[in-house]
């Protein structure tokens, strides 16, 4: 009888051991905190699918910015809620609109604390609830919708934003931007782009947190789940455009796709936990079936080890309290 002589159970005797060999780690500052801020709002809302979440007051959200800075996020990424909406999506633009105003509010509290990042997409403001504009077929017209986003994201540069999320999926969102903050001499303001973003029914939560008005899918635009070599695809389009990081969405069940861009992005890589994938574990613990804490940890760590360098999660804050308790 032979015995192997290799024995990798050897490294994992003890939690120092385990710890001193551990390939991949968790840190505050590599976490980025989705928020949600509702025009009209006098006390936070709670989202019943994605519960210990909320739609922000000003304050609220004041709070939450302040919070997170002192926590040693990231980021923050906005996401406004208007109280009225047209087919255009105007309230984007309006410079004391619901996220633009929400952005200078958290600017002035974090200042460059911490990095601020906002929603470059209709998909909020639009009484339809697509993320563009629409012909006169009822389809989302990629060119007038790029025309808009050039102005938004002016409006949220000069609102304050460090970083700009175009979530859209329009093609040609990148370069239409980046040449609009440019000749805003916003040349400073970056911006993450969401280039392989999947049409997922993972997204359900979210939908209620942003009250969304659409009916029917975004199949036209966003990518099919099917598709794994389309990603590189959207990925250098991007870079060409002049992505600073790009972006994988969501997380979890893309983690192949997340491995091939991490391995060649030249630029920071960040995968989006999205609220199906926060509803579920959510779901799950309250119902006594998973180890709520460990499985939160696991799901981020499987994330950052599959390649990427950010995580946006709504367990932000939480997780960055419990690796301060160490
Ligand atoms: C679109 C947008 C969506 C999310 C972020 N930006 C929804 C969608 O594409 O339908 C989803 C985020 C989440 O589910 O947590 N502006």
Not at 35 to 56: K, N
Not at 149 to 171: F, I, K, N, R
Not at 248 to 256: F, N, Q, R, T
Not at 295 to 302: K, T
Request: proline share 5%.
């Amino acid at each position: 009888m032979s015995f192997p002589i290799h024995r990798p159970r050897r490294l994992r005797q003890t939690p120092a051991l385990r710890r001193l060999v551990a390939e991949t780690r968790l840190h505050p500052a590599e976490l980025i905190l989705p928020v949600f801020i509702r025009e009209g709002l006098t006390e936070p809302a709670p989202l019943q699918s994605m519960p210990g979440i909320v739609q922000h007051t000003t304050d609220t959200l004041k709070r939450a910015a302040v919070e997170a800075a002192e926590l040693g996020l990231g980021g923050i990424m906005l996401f406004g809620v208007p109280e009225t909406r047209d087919a255009v999506g105007s309230a984007s633009l309006d410079p004391e609109g619901v996220l633009n105003a929400a952005i200078r509010s958290v600017r002035a509290e974090v200042g460059d604390d911490l990095v601020v990042m906002s929603d470059v997409c209709l998909d909020e403001f639009t009484d339809h609830g697509h993320c563009g504009v629409l012909d006169a077929q009822g389809r989302v017209d990629n060119d007038a919708t790029l025309e808009i986003y050039a102005q938004m994201a002016v409006a949220q540069a000069e609102a304050g934003a460090h970083v700009l999320g175009p979530s859209g999926m329009m093609d040609g969102q990148v370069a239409v931007i980046r040449q609009a903050l440019d000749a805003a001499g916003q040349q400073d303001v970056s911006i993450v782009a969401y280039a392989a973003k999947y049409a997922s029914a993972f997204y359900g939560p979210f939908r209620e947190a942003v009250d969304s008005q659409l009916k029917g899918d975004r199949r036209t635009y966003q990518m099919d789940a099917a598709n794994r070599r389309e990603a590189i695809l959207e990925v250098e389009l991007d870079l060409e455009e002049g992505a600073d990081m790009i972006m994988v969405k969501p997380a979890m069940s893309y983690l192949d796709i997340l491995a091939d861009v991490a391995s060649m992005s030249p630029v920071p890589v960040a995968a989006y936990q999205i609220s199906g994938e926060y509803a579920m574990i959510e779901a799950a613990a309250a119902n006594g079936w998973i180890d709520r804490k460990a499985s939160i940890l696991e799901s981020v760590l499987g994330i950052r080890r599959a390649g990427a360098n950010l995580v946006l999660t709504y367990w932000a804050p939480e997780i960055a309290g419990w690796l301060r308790e160490g």
